[in-house]
């Protein structure tokens, strides 16, 4: 059984950094493409950033340069460091296994950017 489970969410000021952590169980994690989407009250859900298998990366304009997704294999662990947050990244962010068009989700983590 897929199981992917987040962690780090939390309150954090304009300007702070926060790291999310989504630990794997029950794939083979390095042959998977692992994303982290994110989805703000009355929005559709987005795309944040992705890692593929081999380890290409990519960001949505909104958050390039400020967050970095990276991924452990041997952990069955990826990461996205959070920098320079803003309000507008306030969200439930989600983890996302894909391989082939078969996605598994995490129950999201809730991050919220206020002073």
């Known amino acids: 059984q897929v199981q992917l489970v987040e962690s780090g969410g939390g309150l954090v000021q304009p300007g702070g950094s926060l790291r999310l952590s989504c630990a794997a169980s029950?794939?083979?994690?390095?042959?998977?493409?692992m994303n982290w989407f994110r989805q703000a009250p009355g929005k559709q859900r987005e795309l944040v950033a992705g890692?593929?298998?081999?380890?290409?990366?990519s960001y949505a304009d909104s958050v390039k340069g400020r967050f970095t997704i990276s991924r452990v294999n041997p952990k069955n662990t990826v990461y996205l460091q959070m920098d320079s947050l803003k309000p507008e990244d306030t969200a439930v962010y989600y983890c996302?296994?894909?391989?082939?068009?078969?996605?598994?989700w995490g129950q999201g983590t809730q991050v919220t950017v206020s002073s």
């Open positions: 996302n296994a894909n391989r082939w068009g078969n996605s598994a």
């Open positions: 029950g794939i083979s994690f390095s042959i998977y493409a």
């Open positions: 890692i593929s298998s081999g380890g290409s990366t």
